[in-house]
Structure formats: structure tokens, C-alpha cells
């Protein structure tokens, strides 16, 4: 069979299909970090219940730890609960799980489409195991992270066509910055708003959106149930940012230095409740071969301006992220802000493709041909032990059966 090398989204449509229907019936229910929180929200938003007020509570449902997410990240899955459900709970439950995989494929598949900028990039991250993982299940980061790759993408093909902008592009801008509002790491590209090819009011535009999304995730917070950690104390742990904001920065700063790696492969794949690792030198050599792409496929676009942005961007979102986590969820004995996952900075792996670009050709053409095979070979065995490591920690008996006999 001829591998269309030329079409970056077919191979991924293909390698997400196939392998997430894989994922999708290898992983046992509610072996997905969260997933029993986020298919009771999903069940939810299937019967109509679009906001449930923490004051008082939807008949037949209590609080849990997705009860605060907005419906927007559960249309796909509560959709395939409501269609499943005339079949049976089973049936009810892999429908769910089922149509987010195919939401995710088509706003995924789309993006590597329309961006003039990474495309092979995207690919990779999308297909990695943690990603497709996510995307296959009932997580909110399933619809989060694909509008989030999404949302760069549009921004990117806005940006580098240096085409002026006209007023469907910025209703659309508009739009999508109202949207991000109701997801979660999928509202950082607007950050990007300040580099789009608009000759008036660009910052003006672009604080303008910023505004809006920030101010209306902050009144569907306030109104909303937050999930927070029993160990926790949230209301001592606002006290000490205000009056001892040290105890923040040192144990943010400890929590980066000591668990930067555990966030890598967090981001790369450990799957199940965060319990089934990969081999070391798998997560070496996928940080390698992620780090090549930008030296194989150089985009010479890309400016300085756009690299410091985007370490300021990163700084941002890595910083707040820590802080929301440590009111939330760190008990105040702890030396270091506990939670953080590699996995919540999924959506915003683009600002780490502007941070990484290189403008050189180093190779030949024939050379960056020949790569493509590289990493779509790469993929298809990474993903295949993966689908092998779900096999090893949920049916050891079938795993054991066929190594040894």
C-alpha cells in the first residue's frame, strides 16, 4: 500500500480511527483520569441539564468533580449517551465515548488542513498516545484540546497568509474567543490576536476579545460548582497568596524543578489513572524525534517576536495553572504545588511549536521526504505499544498468553 506522504491529515484521520477504536474498547469503563466525573457530567447535558446550580441541584444528581465544566465540552459525548441509551447502559457508554473520538478526529483533521504552518507538528502531538487517550474518552481535554488545536490553527492560516482580515474573519475571532471561554486551556490563543494582519485596531481588537473570554470564564466560575481537594484548604491557601506569596513561588518553583519530568511524559503518555508508564527510552526518543521535526520541516515564517511571545505565553499558562492548582487542591504541609498533570498542557503544545521553529534548511528534499516515512513508521509502532501496554495492564492473562506460548 502507497503512503499519500502528501496529506499529513489523512494519515492522521487514519492513525486516530484505527487506533482509537482500539483504545476505546482495550480501556475497561472509567479507566481514564476523571472519567467517572466526566460521564456523569456527559449523562447529565444528555438529559437537558446544561447548568446545575450548586444551590440546588438537579433532581437525581449530585456534585462531582466535573459538575462546574461547561455543556460546550460535552455536546459530542452527551449526544452518543442519548443515542446509545436505547440500546443499553454498555452500549450507552461506548457511544459516548465513540462520538467524542469522532469529534475530536474531524476538528483535529481540520486544523492540520487549514494551517499553512506545522502541519507535521500537529500530527505528531495530536497522535501522541496521552492525546489520542483523551480524545478517545469521556474527558473534557477530548473536545478541549482539539478546539484548542484548532482555534491555533485558524489563527496560524489568518496569520501567515497575511491576507488584511475582513469582517467574517473577525466575527469568526470573535466567536471562537467567546467559545474558548467555556473550555479550558483552549482560550491561550488569543494571545496570538496581537500578530493577526489587521492595519486598524488590532490591540484593541485583540485586548477587546481577551476581555470578553477571560470576563465570561470568570462569571461561569463564580457560579459554578469548583472541585476541591478535602486535603486542601483553599481559603487558607488564598490567604497566604495575599499576605505570604513566597509560600506560592518557592513551592511552584519546587514542583517545576522536581517534576518537569514526570509533566513530559505525563504530556507523552501514561495511561490508565496515571498508573501505566512507558519504558524510559520511549520517552527520551519521542522527545527526540518531536524536537527534529523543527530542524526537518523549517519554517522560515516564523520570527523572534513570535519565539518571545511564546515563552512569555508558556510562562502565563504554566503559571497560573500552578496557582489555580495550588488553592485548589495542595494541602498547605505540602513543599511543592501537588496535581499538576503533563497532560493539561496538551492544548497548548502550539506555543511550544513558535518557541521551537528553526528557519534553515538543513536537509535536502529527498531527505525530508524519506523523514515523513520515519515519522509515520514511528507513530504506527508507538501507538501499537501503546494499544500493547492497555493489553498488559487490563488482560495480563491474553498479554502473558501470547508473549509465552
Partial sequence: MKVNIKSPELIFVIFAFVFGIIMLFLTPKFQVPDEPAHFERAREVSVGILYNNPKQPASGYQFHGASGYSPLLYLSSAAGVKLGSFAGENVSFYAGRLANLLIWIIMIAFAINITPVFKWMFVFCALLPMSLFEGMSYSADSFNNAFAFLFFAYIFKLI???????GKHLFLLTGMAVLSAFTKGGIYPIFLYVFLPM???????SIFCLILAFSLMTYWSSINYTFINPAADAAYNKYLLLHQPSDFLLKYARAIFYNLSYYIKGCIGILGWLSYYFHNIVYLFTGLVFLSLFFVFPEPKIKNSF??????????????LHLLIYITWTPVDFMKVTGVQGRYFISVLPFFFLLFAQSKQYFTEKFVKNYKIFIITYLFLFLLYACIRLVKAYYPAVFYFYMFK
Fill in 160 to 166: 501567515f497568509d497575511k491576507d488584511e482580515l475582513q
Fill in 199 to 205: 492595519k486598524k485596531h488590532k490591540y484593541l481588537f
Fill in 307 to 320: 519565539r518571545l511571545w511564546a515563552i512569555f505565553i508558556i510562562f502565563l499558562y504554566t503559571t497560573i
